[in-house]
């Protein structure tokens, strides 16, 4: 699908504001069939808003204490004003482009250990590029795989369903609608080697359909409200429910769950020790930094993997499971 229609567009963060901490994310696993592209200053992803399918590239025109985005959305269609203004309130909701962050920044200031990384990347925002159905795809493809694995299956998926658009000379790609795999089966899925998550994909793909849940509504809710709706989704635990109420409902007091892999990480990150009880890392944290506790830690977190960019780390090398 080509995207030939354009309108531009400036947008006024909350400062202060960190472009390329917000835009990109060095933690998430890169895939071949790009959903989005980065680099310093600038940034392109497909955009599904509804039934329609955007273009988005977002350019830093402004600095961290008086930030401004220049916008440019794409379509194949001419725009009208109404489309451009929901544009403007889901990349404003997605990437946190009006949220005031000074409380979590004066007490980020106050910690010795990691204040230097705090500053580092003051303003930096917690962003998802994704939908909730968009997102929970991804996160069924990372279950008990290998980053290598789950690349190969979520490539095979958007390969097979998903929609190229190019514009501003890229290409990139859109997951699909739930309804696409209305008339496809759970062996036409598994013929795409991604095992049992077939049945989790065809499951949550009709429930979606059938809208069995409202995405937008429970943006203004509250995180017990909002995770007893998410747990009702089939294949939705723990886990799954807090990446969800983190990434996508930027409710930043969700640290109330350690997998055992982010449990190797965060016991080099805050110990310095090859393993730490679950309990004592998500008690420690949630002390140190109360209702900020994942905030905090996704900053930590972004730091090291943006060091693993430049520099190889032997003990993170080997958690994550190349």
């Not at 190797?264 to 140190?288: E, H, M, P, T």
């Amino acid at each position: 699908m080509k995207l030939e229609k354009h309108k531009a567009f400036l947008f006024y963060p909350k400062p202060p504001f960190h472009f390329d901490g917000t835009f990109y994310k060095p933690s998430h696993f890169p895939n071949k069939l790009k959903l989005d592209d980065w680099q310093i200053g600038k940034y392109w992803q497909s955009l599904r808003l509804g039934k329609k399918l955007y273009g988005l590239k977002i350019e830093n025109a402004g600095t961290v204490v008086k930030p401004k985005l220049k916008v440019s959305a794409y379509s194949s269609k001419n725009f009208v004003e109404e489309e451009l203004e929901k544009i403007k309130e889901e990349i404003a909701w997605r990437f946190e482009l009006n949220v005031d962050l000074k409380e979590f920044n004066d007490l980020a200031k106050k910690d010795k250990r990691f204040s230097r990384v705090f500053k580092k990347w003051i303003g930096m925002r917690n962003a998802s590029q994704y939908g909730l159905y968009e997102l929970l795809i991804i996160t069924i493809v990372l279950q008990n795989a290998t980053i290598r694995r789950s690349q190969q299956m979520l490539d095979a998926l958007i390969g097979k369903f998903g929609t190229k658009v190019e514009f501003d000379k890229k290409e990139l790609w859109a997951i699909w609608l739930p309804e696409d795999l209305e008339n496809i089966s759970e062996q036409e899925l598994r013929d795409l080697k991604i095992g049992y998550r077939a049945k989790f994909t065809k499951r949550l793909s009709y429930d979606f359909a059938k809208g069995k849940i409202e995405e937008m509504n429970l943006r203004n809710l509250d995180k017990e409200t909002v995770n007893k709706e998410l747990i009702k989704l089939y294949g939705v635990g723990p886990e799954t429910a807090h990446i969800l109420l983190f990434e996508i409902y930027h409710h930043y007091d969700t640290f109330d769950h350690v997998a055992p892999w982010q449990q190797k990480i965060y016991s080099r990150l805050f110990y310095g020790k090859k393993l730490v009880s679950a309990s004592k890392i998500r008690n420690d944290i949630q002390k140190r930094y109360g209702k900020y506790s994942m905030l905090a830690v996704h900053y930590i977190w972004e730091d090291v993997f943006w060091k693993r960019k430049n520099e190889k780390i032997e003990w993170l090398e080997k958690e994550i499971r190349l």
